[in-house]
């Protein structure tokens, strides 16, 4: 099986009605996103912090996988699919998808702000009263501003390996994750977005764009990759 991977980001989370930060003036939900996405906003006022996450994992749980989710899973029957994404939700997952690396972390996981290795499955509110195992304050499991992305390492292994690259719902202005795809040297590389971003490193190479959302996109794609790639 060819590999396949593919990189999304919140435009296709949208399509199930969750809101992107990027189309509302640096807003996320209302939120100035630094005030809570940002180890600064995290020592300014961690209550804040924690009721926008529950909020956002109570939301989370109102809506479902979207056709483009689950058109990723349907291609599993054709090709070798990896997942590298950058939202936080369980929406890949929950359409089936069997193999997905969250490049900024999980919002139904929570972690030690002493120990980052201890991190925890999470499904309700988490207050100033849930510790970890050796006492200290847990946090949501987010890569805020700011911080290293621990999965970079593993996220550009995977890509320099495949042979097609489906880059959906995300404009690639987010560093480092934007770097991913200079690691994609001999890839086919497919770009779904309305509103493609004018990125130095997609530019740099032949790529085919579907100027539509990722559900009309996918439904455009499938056929052509199963065609193209499928010897019977």
């Known amino acids: 099986?060819?590999?396949?991977v593919v990189l999304t980001g919140a435009g296709i989370s949208a399509e199930s009605g969750l809101k992107t930060f990027r189309d509302s003036g640096g807003l996320w939900e209302g939120h100035d996103v630094l005030e809570v996405a940002s180890p600064e906003g995290w020592q300014k006022n961690p209550w804040k912090v924690l009721d926008f996450y529950n909020q956002r994992r109570a939301q989370?749980?109102?809506?479902?996988?979207?056709?483009?989710?689950?058109?990723?899973?349907?291609?599993?029957?054709?090709f070798n699919v990896s997942i590298i994404t950058q939202n936080v939700d369980d929406l890949h997952e929950r359409a089936g998808s069997s193999k997905v690396l969250h490049l900024h972390g999980e919002l139904k996981k929570v972690r030690s702000t002493y120990d980052e290795s201890l991190i925890y499955d999470w499904q309700n509110d988490l207050t100033e009263n849930h510790k970890c195992e050796k006492g200290h304050q847990l946090r949501p499991h987010i890569v805020w501003f700011g911080e290293m992305v621990p999965e970079m390492e593993n996220a550009s292994t995977i890509v320099s390996?495949?042979?097609?690259?489906?880059i959906i719902g995300t404009s690639l202005q987010v560093y480092?994750?934007?770097?991913?795809?200079?690691?994609a040297q001999n890839a086919e590389l497919y770009y779904i977005d309305p509103n493609p971003g004018k990125n130095f490193e997609i530019n740099q190479k032949d790529y085919h764009c579907i100027v539509t959302t990722a559900v009309k996109g996918m439904k455009q794609l499938v056929p052509l990759l199963i065609n193209n790639h499928m010897r019977f």
């Open 1 to 4: 099986m060819k590999k396949l």
């Open 60 to 78: 989370l749980k109102e809506v479902q996988p979207n056709d483009a989710h689950k058109a990723l899973v349907g291609l599993e029957q054709y």
């Open 176 to 183: 480092p994750a934007a770097s991913l795809v200079s690691f």
């Open 161 to 166: 390996s495949a042979d097609i690259v489906i």
